[in-house]
């Protein structure tokens, strides 16, 4: 072990169970411990009374256990609660619960900041100062559970990564976040109930098919034309459509999961015939449903609402060629929690 100290859940099962064998102890010594240090019960090794006090100091001396906490909530008219969540570190992330009488939704974030650029959202102007580690991602939802027991008398019944970040770039640790959660030490939620979006990093989902995934797919899409896509997400200049609709008839081909578009319609940008047309297009070639998003403005008067014209003008075309489409209202915009708006304003 290096004298640096690191916290334990970094480490997976079997590497504590190689560190234990290391200094005789049991492999059923790794479950004990695991099992206290991810129930959020605990903040020092000394209060995991199953196990000898001699591990107990070799523990202390090798690892340490980080703190994930609720910094500041906001709630909204709408009972939308936005919360602040600090890292040991003190780094700030924003998550929101969602509630709705068949379901609390989670909105999570999988970075620190955002590691893209797309011009209409205000998490993008925060620079990405490092990835979320799994057990982090894990406590924020633990975290939020708790928060919705204490205001809703309900538990979380699905989890959207929509927060902060993109979470394909932050692959590893966001699976091995979802693997807690659904667990029987997590939330024991079903993977059918969590959705993972992403604004279209092809060659990772890909691999996330090929990883026999279970979970939901999102889209955060806008455009079906590249050349407005790259004027308002310019990172997607090097994450051609093309390549992209590849990953997502690839996507289908070997998980049969449908995918959600997620699709802001803005004046002048892309509410006209052409961009609708390009839409039905991609819809017709994979098995998708379209999500239009209400927008949220962030100050640039670049982006400014379509009319209400435009949006019927989508949803009827998307009905004509029996495409599933919803319209999604925002919710928590009095407290910039909604879609685009998490920025650690407070």
């Known amino acids: 072990m290096s004298s640096k100290k690191i916290d334990i859940r970094s480490l997976k099962k079997n590497e504590l169970i190689k560190f234990l064998n290391d200094f005789n102890y049991e492999p059923y010594r790794a479950q004990q411990i695991l099992s206290r240090?991810?129930?959020?019960?605990?903040?020092?090794?000394?209060?995991i009374t199953n196990i000898p006090k001699d591990l107990i100091r070799l523990l202390d001396?090798?690892?340490?256990?980080?703190n994930t906490l609720i910094h500041q909530f906001q709630k909204s008219s709408d009972l939308t609660i936005k919360f602040s969540i600090k890292l040991h570190d003190n780094l700030i992330i924003e998550a929101v619960l969602i509630p709705t009488e068949k379901r609390i939704t989670a909105c999570v974030s999988s970075q620190v900041g955002c590691s893209l650029d797309c011009n209409f959202c205000a998490t993008s102007r925060l620079k990405r100062i490092r990835n979320l580690e799994s057990y982090e991602i894990y406590d924020q939802i633990m975290l939020l559970n708790n928060e919705s027991l204490k205001s809703f008398s309900k538990p979380i019944s699905n989890i959207v990564f929509m927060g902060m970040g993109e979470p394909l770039l932050n692959y590893n640790n966001v699976i091995d976040s979802i693997d807690l959660i659904t667990g029987n030490q997590g939330l024991g939620i079903s993977k059918k109930k969590i959705t993972?979006?992403?604004?279209?990093?092809?060659?990772?989902?890909?691999?996330?098919?090929?990883?026999?995934?279970?979970?939901?797919?999102?889209?955060s899409l806008h455009s079906a034309i590249e050349e407005t896509r790259n004027q308002i997400m310019p990172f997607s200049k090097s994450l051609p459509l093309e390549k992209l609709i590849d990953?997502?008839?690839?996507?289908?081909?070997?998980?049969?999961?449908?995918i959600?578009?997620?699709?802001?319609?803005?004046k002048d940008i892309n509410d006209d015939l052409e961009h609708i047309n390009a839409l039905v297009k991609i819809c017709k070639r994979i098995p998708s449903k379209v999500n239009l998003i209400e927008y949220n403005s962030?100050?640039?008067?670049?982006f400014i609402s379509a009319d209400q014209i435009w949006i019927d003008n989508y949803v009827n075309s998307l009905h004509e060629n029996n495409i599933q489409v919803s319209v999604r209202r925002s919710r928590g915009k009095d407290i910039d929690a909604a879609c685009g708006q998490l920025a650690n304003k407070h």
């Open 37 to 47: 240090v991810n129930s959020q019960q605990i903040d020092s090794f000394e209060k």
């Open 61 to 66: 001396e090798n690892f340490f256990l980080s």
């Open 196 to 219: 993972l979006s992403t604004s279209g990093i092809y060659k990772m989902i890909k691999k996330m098919a090929d990883d026999n995934v279970k979970f939901n797919l999102a889209i």
């Open 247 to 258: 990953s997502l008839e690839y996507w289908y081909l070997k998980t049969k999961i449908k």
């Open 260 to 266: 959600t578009f997620e699709y802001l319609v803005w």
């Open 298 to 302: 962030i100050g640039d008067e670049r």
